[in-house]
């Protein structure tokens, strides 16, 4: 990627999440004129790149990752998956045992494309993962992959309840979700009551 290749892929980024340069770095808790265009050239006129570490803060704060950002940055319009809403997915017909798309009622979203494994799109609702997640954005959940502590994951309850959740702890005796806002308490569960975990892999508004 050349120098005015980030540059751009940053501003769409921001565009694509209905932020200013400056709002997306405020976002990821950097200096808000880090991205201004007065810093993306020397006095001398020789041209300044992004740190890597701001670029992963800022893809961080925006729940998206490398790959999507350069997707975002070669235009590619990505690939498809199944779209419902938090209220939808926790009725019955919508999910098999595995946590995999069922049935019908699903719309479709468009998302950068993220290899080959079976995603699907949930809209949020709620603030428990503010400030990464808000109502209305959409996040693309891959029930096949592994899943870590520390994982921002979608999870079912036996009772039918659907969160996303940060995995905080999980083992023979419990499973313990915790929100990225810091209002909400840490919710424990048996490992009996819980019907599947998802891992989140992008999100987008």
């Known amino acids: 990627m050349r120098h005015q290749d980030i540059w751009r892929g940053i501003d769409q980024l921001a565009e694509h999440h209905g932020l200013t340069a400056s709002g997306l770095a405020r976002r990821a808790g950097l200096d808000p004129t880090a991205f201004n265009k007065s810093k993306r050239e020397g006095a001398d006129g020789r041209p300044r790149w992004p740190s890597t570490e701001s670029l992963a803060r800022v893809l961080e704060a925006v729940g998206s990752g490398f790959d999507d950002f350069a997707a975002l940055i070669d235009g590619r319009r990505g690939a498809t998956a199944p779209l419902i809403g938090f209220a939808q997915a926790g009725r019955d017909g919508y999910f098999d045992d595995a946590g995999f798309p069922a049935g019908q009622g699903w ?99």
Do not use: C, H
């Open 107 to 205: 719309e479709e979203v468009r998302f950068p494309g993220l290899g080959t494994e079976t995603v699907y799109a949930l809209e949020i609702s709620g603030d428990s993962m503010e400030p990464a997640y808000r109502a209305g954005d959409r996040i693309i959940v891959a029930p096949g992959a592994e899943v870590k502590k520390g994982d921002r994951v979608v999870a079912k309850t036996t009772g039918g309840e659907v969160m996303a959740k940060v995995l905080a702890r999980r083992n023979s005796r419990t499973v313990a979700l915790a929100s990225l806002n810091p209002d909400y308490p840490v919710r424990e569960f048996k490992p009996g009551e819980i019907a599947w975990i998802a891992r989140i892999l992008w999100a987008s508004q």
